[in-house]
């Protein structure tokens, strides 16, 4: 019997709920012994229906991504608002009958959603599972008390956070899934695997969280920053209210591996400032994410475009702006 989970990649909330449906399946004999799982990760940037022959498991689970209508996807959970971006998949999803698959696009994290429901429904006990969903729910819903432990990282939640988003593919994470079934998170930090990776990251974060203040201009209420020159990939995304906790949004052009970005997001200390569904935003330029926090992708050569799309977006956001000071 050959399990294949695929999860959203290069995020926290993604590995954690790959590690609730994994210890589901064990305890629950869907994977018995001599079983043999398979994990891969899942990256946004085009919206095109996924491709079916990624299902190539006996029992296929795809977690915290978008739908599909293939008829091999065994169990599915996503929270995002855009989990349906192509003609016929939401219609598809109402009309299953199989009773394994879920949509809350309420849901602050995936890990605590799908922990949620298969407790109430089929009786999982998710106790052992508590800090991690705990801390998938901060992570995903963007709780953190202040942006200086979310800039800082001094849990080792975060830690992990920074390791997970700086190491999507096949290599790194699926291990990590293996141990956060099972252990302690602050003693995950300390593994020599994981360790090893961080010690070089954090170092480095500091820098860039450097860099990104020596270029964050807050306009409007938009703080925006450009660093696609500077291939940083992901950059965490509470930088500028480290400096700016007025900002009403954060607008970001990046760029990494296979991607140029444009990362909008919105002040998680201050939600009333809030009037724009960023999710309905960066759909129009075929991104998607949630009403308070969305981005764009583009071909990783076509930075240019990702910036013209940052300048019409930073426009938007600003057209309502009130200058009470
Ligand atoms: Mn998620």
């Known amino acids: ?37 398979a994990y891969q990760g899942m990256s946004h940037g085009s919206s095109a229906p996924l491709d079916p022959a990624l299902f190539d498991g006996d029992v296929n689970a795809l977690v915290d991504f978008r739908y599909s209508t293939s008829p091999k996807l065994t169990w599915w959970f996503d929270h995002h608002v855009s989990s349906f971006p192509n003609p016929g998949e939401e219609a598809h999803f109402r009309a299953d009958t199989s009773g394994r698959k879920f949509h809350d696009p309420e849901a602050k994290s995936c ?66 899934i293996g141990d956060l079934q099972r252990r302690p998170l602050s003693e995950i930090v300390n593994l020599d695997y994981v360790s090893e990776r961080l010690g070089p990251l954090y170092e480095r974060h500091l820098h860039v969280v450097e860099t990104v203040h020596s270029r964050t201009r807050l306009k409007k209420g938009v703080a925006f920053y450009d660093v696609g020159d500077l291939y940083l990939g992901n950059v965490n995304k509470f930088i500028p209210y480290e400096q700016f906790p007025e900002a009403r949004y954060t607008v970001a052009v990046s760029r990494g591996p296979g991607r140029s970005k444009v990362s909008v997001g919105s002040n998680p200390w201050h939600p009333e400032l809030r009037t724009h569904d960023l999710a309905r935003i960066c759909e129009r330029y075929g991104g998607g994410g949630h009403p308070v926090v969305g981005a764009v992708s583009y071909p990783e050569d076509d930075l240019e475009h990702a910036r013209r799309t940052a300048m019409a977006i930073i426009q938007e956001l600003q057209s309502d702006w009130q200058d009470n000071g």
């Open 1 to 37: 019997m050959r399990l294949k989970i695929l999860y959203h990649d290069g995020c926290f909330d993604g590995a954690s709920s790959a590690a609730v449906m994994t210890r589901f399946f064990r305890e629950t004999g869907v994977l018995g012994s001599g079983g043999e799982v």
């Open 111 to 176: 890990t605590r959603f799908i922990a949620r429901t298969l407790r109430e429904k089929f009786g999982f006990d998710t106790e052992p599972l508590n800090e991690l969903i705990h801390w998938a729910e901060i992570i995903d819903g963007a709780a953190f008390p202040d942006a200086a432990s979310a800039v800082r990282l001094d849990a080792p939640a975060l830690r992990l956070m920074l390791v997970i988003e700086a190491s999507p593919g096949p290599d790194f994470i699926p291990r990590l």
